[in-house]
């Protein structure tokens, strides 16, 4: 069915608003008028606007705002990722999603959703994920040792906050994976792996973009330290261009970590990093270490120089600036 469907759009968007007749587009697609019928009004049924006149045929007015399969895949330059989407209205969680389906599908499908209900940041903490912005989970199975499957993580910081820049914005990647405006935070990224003794099975990274919300959209506590794309641009964002640009870009940095060392991705990401040269105080479920980001390892973690002039590094935990000091 999708595949007719996306040739019917297709022949509908090249004639640029002239009618197609339901003859024309089945001996095209080598199927009947009536079915032809079937599958307009199940378009129709989607949000597809589409007039259509006994005589002349069918009219394509307008596309629905929605993260479809078909819209993304047309015109998508990738590749590897996107070519499997699976797409839902609601769900509790697209990561959950990925991890259940994860074995049996191949790299780089999608699981994307509109809106979730039990979305899961970093830290177990909760994500608030209304509809307007783009919450997807890809799934990678890039043959790597654990340890390096965290890197993951920045290739996808890195990848989104160029094409957050690509729109005019000065994104900045907060460690270890928050993408800022205006050191307001737009977009977080959960990566989570299966692995055995020497490789990992799969990889999901989790993105969570706010795009078109209003701020009204994010709960009050969070409200202060949050931004959409839509508040910083002052318009509208195509989603779907949006995150055709995102996926080819990504693809490009996954190509870039499959395939060279990984100190050109540290580099680019340090250099958008609005962590490295601040005080930051790092709070881990054992301790808390104060002092001033000074570097990064292949690894992700936080180099922070102490006040006795001692190095450590820290892999995870909750970063906060220190602006007193
Ligand atoms: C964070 O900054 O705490 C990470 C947030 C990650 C949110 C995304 S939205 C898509 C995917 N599904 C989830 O449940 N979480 C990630």
Same mark, same amino acid.
């Given at each position: 069915m999708g595949?007719?469907r996306?040739?019917i759009?297709?022949a509908l %968007?090249e004639a640029k608003g002239?009618p197609?007749?339901?003859?024309?587009?089945g001996?095209? *697609?080598g199927?009947?008028r009536?079915?032809?019928w079937?599958?307009i009004?199940?378009?129709?049924?989607?949000?597809?606007?589409?007039?259509?006149?006994?005589?002349?045929g069918?009219?394509l007015?307008?596309?629905?705002q #929605? *993260?479809?399969?078909?819209?993304i895949?047309?015109g998508?330059?990738?590749t590897?990722?996107g070519?499997?989407?699976? /797409? &839902?209205?609601?769900?509790?969680?697209t990561?959950?999603?990925? %991890?259940e389906i994860?074995l049996?599908e191949e790299?780089g499908?999608l699981?994307?959703?509109?809106?979730q209900?039990?979305?899961r940041?970093?830290l177990?903490r909760?994500w608030v994920?209304p509809q307007?912005g783009i919450w997807?989970?890809?799934i990678?199975?890039?043959g790597?040792?654990?340890?390096h499957?965290?890197r993951?993580t920045?290739?996808?910081? #890195?990848?989104?906050?160029?094409?957050i820049r690509? #729109?005019?914005?000065?994104?900045r990647?907060k460690?270890?994976?928050?993408?800022?405006?205006?050191?307001?935070k737009?977009c977080?990224?959960?990566?989570?792996?299966?692995?055995?003794?020497?490789r990992v099975? /799969?990889?999901?990274?989790?993105?969570?973009?706010n795009?078109?919300m209003d *701020?009204?959209?994010?709960p009050e506590p969070?409200r202060?330290?949050?931004?959409?794309?839509k508040?910083? *641009?002052g318009?509208h964002?195509?989603?779907v261009r949006f995150l055709q640009?995102?996926l &080819?870009? &990504?693809e490009?940095? /996954?190509i870039? &970590?499959?395939?060279?060392?990984f100190?050109q991705?540290?580099?680019?990401?340090?250099? #958008?990093?609005d962590t490295?040269g601040?005080?930051? %105080?790092?709070?881990t479920?054992s301790?808390?270490i104060?002092?001033?980001a000074?570097?990064m390892?292949s690894?992700?973690?936080l180099?922070? %120089?102490k006040?006795?002039?001692t190095?450590e590094e820290?892999i995870?935990?909750r970063c906060? /600036?220190?602006?007193s000091k």
């Amino acid at each position: 069915m999708g595949d007719k469907r996306s040739q019917i759009i297709k022949a509908l %968007k090249e004639a640029k608003g002239s009618p197609v007749s339901g003859e024309e587009l089945g001996s095209r *697609l080598g199927i009947s008028r009536t079915m032809i019928w079937k599958y307009i009004k199940s378009l129709q049924a989607d949000g597809y606007e589409i007039d259509s006149s006994p005589k002349r045929g069918y009219i394509l007015k307008s596309v629905p705002q #929605l *993260l479809y399969p078909e819209e993304i895949q047309m015109g998508l330059k990738t590749t590897l990722l996107g070519k499997k989407i699976h /797409y &839902f209205e609601e769900l509790s969680s697209t990561n959950s999603t990925a %991890k259940e389906i994860a074995l049996s599908e191949e790299e780089g499908a999608l699981v994307i959703a509109e809106m979730q209900k039990g979305g899961r940041g970093r830290l177990g903490r909760e994500w608030v994920s209304p509809q307007g912005g783009i919450w997807m989970s890809i799934i990678l199975k890039p043959g790597v040792p654990l340890t390096h499957a965290s890197r993951l993580t920045l290739v996808a910081g #890195l990848a989104v906050a160029n094409v957050i820049r690509d #729109l005019g914005l000065d994104a900045r990647i907060k460690w270890p994976n928050d993408v800022r405006v205006m050191g307001r935070k737009v977009c977080g990224i959960l990566t989570e792996a299966k692995a055995e003794v020497d490789r990992v099975d /799969y990889v999901i990274v989790g993105i969570g973009i706010n795009v078109n919300m209003d *701020l009204k959209d994010i709960p009050e506590p969070l409200r202060e330290g949050s931004t959409t794309l839509k508040v910083e *641009l002052g318009r509208h964002v195509r989603r779907v261009r949006f995150l055709q640009d995102l996926l &080819f870009e &990504f693809e490009q940095q /996954y190509i870039n &970590f499959k395939t060279q060392p990984f100190s050109q991705i540290l580099n680019d990401w340090m250099a #958008l990093s609005d962590t490295i040269g601040r005080e930051v %105080k790092v709070t881990t479920p054992s301790r808390i270490i104060e002092g001033k980001a000074v570097g990064m390892t292949s690894d992700g973690a936080l180099v922070i %120089k102490k006040s006795d002039n001692t190095k450590e590094e820290v892999i995870a935990g909750r970063c906060v /600036y220190e602006y007193s000091k």
